[in-house]
Nanobody, 116 residues
Framework: QVQLVESGGGLVQPGGSLTLSCAAS????????MSWYRQAPGKERELVAT????????NYADSVKGRFTISRDNGKNTVYLQMNSLKPEDTAVYYC?????????WGQGTQVTVSS
């Protein structure tokens, strides 16, 4: 079955950096676009970034443009989110996502806390 396992979250000071990873299994990874979402306390889940099957196309939420970079390694079935210049408002649980045949698949999430 489809499995998405996130890692790399943690506590970081404002202005710091983190890289999240999402290891995928149970489907043909290089045939599916991948996305990162986040959900802050009391807020709805929001789309952060999306990458196409071979990584040739990426899209970002306005709030993270220029600071976050999504990438993928199809040989390792892994998608990454490099986060730089982190702000307290980036604090959230970050989720890996893919969708196909009308169904969304989610990982368990990884907590990112930006605080001094």
């Amino acid at each position: 079955q489809v499995q998405l396992v996130e890692s790399g979250g943690g506590l970081v000071q404002p202005g710091g950096s983190l890289t999240l990873s999402c290891a995928a299994s149970g489907f043909t990874f290089n045939t599916k676009a991948m996305s990162w979402y986040r959900q802050a306390p009391g807020k709805e889940r929001e789309l952060v970034a999306t990458i196409s099957r071979f990584g040739s196309s990426t899209n970002y939420a306005d709030s993270v443009k220029g600071r976050f970079t999504i990438s993928r390694d199809n040989g390792k079935n892994t998608v990454y989110l490099q986060m730089n210049s982190l702000k307290p408002e980036d604090t959230a649980v970050y989720y890996c996502n893919t969708a196909f045949y009308g169904k969304d698949y989610w990982g368990q999430g990884t907590q990112v806390t930006v605080s001094s």
